[in-house]
């Protein structure tokens, strides 16, 4: 069954630290990873997005990471800031029967960052 | 702004009512997604168009349907709404398929009464 686990389910650092959320994934066959940043009742928008041979890709403060053996990925904020609080979304791309992709959806980490 | 549109931003309607919410995809996006979002859950997958057709069908009630106009906007229809409904709907689009990005639209804040 594919399924997108994160964890932790939820975080509270305070400003200025960095931290680290967690991907694990059984998505099969795997196209690409996805991390989202989504904002309290606003539509999610993307950080990164990894292929199969893509092992580290930034964007700013955000460093994901992608190890494709061990079906894990991380993403790693630096330097937290007040308006990195959001929940942070990991999704993996399957390539379905049909030729296209079907996104799985993690339940997301909710970040807290503390002034 | 992400370029997909999505109207109305909020719905309010009574249990047993029938809802239309509209998605403007990004231009030239040819594909368009459909999603749900209960209180605090995460994203469930409801339905794949592209180009006018349906390509894959996630969690969808028989209750819900959509459709892609040759414009390529979207529709999704909900019927005999239930309070269980209630929900944030968003859509999303990306240019064709692959590994391609997909753009998320505000959301329509769909609430059952």
């Known amino acids: 069954k594919n399924q997108v686990e994160q964890s932790p389910q939820s975080l509270i650092i305070l400003e200025g630290k960095n931290c680290t959320l967690q991907c694990n994934y059984t998505v099969s066959p795997f196209s690409n990873l996805r991390w989202y940043k989504q904002d309290t009742g606003r539509g999610p928008v993307s950080l990164t997005i990894?292929?199969?041979?893509?092992n580290t890709k930034s964007n700013g403060r955000y460093t994901a990471t992608l190890d494709a053996d061990t079906k894990q990925s991380s993403l790693h904020i630096t330097a937290s800031q007040l308006s990195d609080s959001a929940s942070y979304i990991c999704?993996?791309?399957?390539?379905?029967?049909?030729?296209?992709?079907?996104?799985?959806f993690g339940t997301g980490t909710r970040l807290l960052v503390s002034p | 702004d992400s370029g997909v549109t999505q109207t109305p931003k909020h719905l309010i309607t009574a249990t047993g009512q029938r809802v239309t919410l509209r998605c403007s995809p990004r231009s030239g996006d040819l594909s368009v997604y459909w999603y749900q979002q209960s209180l605090d859950q995460g994203l469930q997958f409801l339905i794949q168009y592209y180009n006018g057709e349906e390509r894959a069908k996630g969690n969808i009630l028989e209750r819900f349907s959509a459709q892609q106009f040759p414009d390529l906007h979207s529709e999704l229809n909900l019927s005999s709404l239930e309070l269980g409904d209630s929900a944030l709907y968003f859509c999303?689009?990306?240019?064709?398929?692959?590994?391609?990005?997909?753009?998320f639209g505000q959301g329509t804040r769909l609430t059952v009464v």
């Open positions: 999303a689009s990306s240019p064709a398929d692959g590994d391609t990005e997909a753009f």
């Open positions: 999704v993996v791309s399957a390539r379905m029967n049909t030729g296209f992709q079907k996104l799985v």
């Open positions: 990894m292929t199969f041979s893509e």
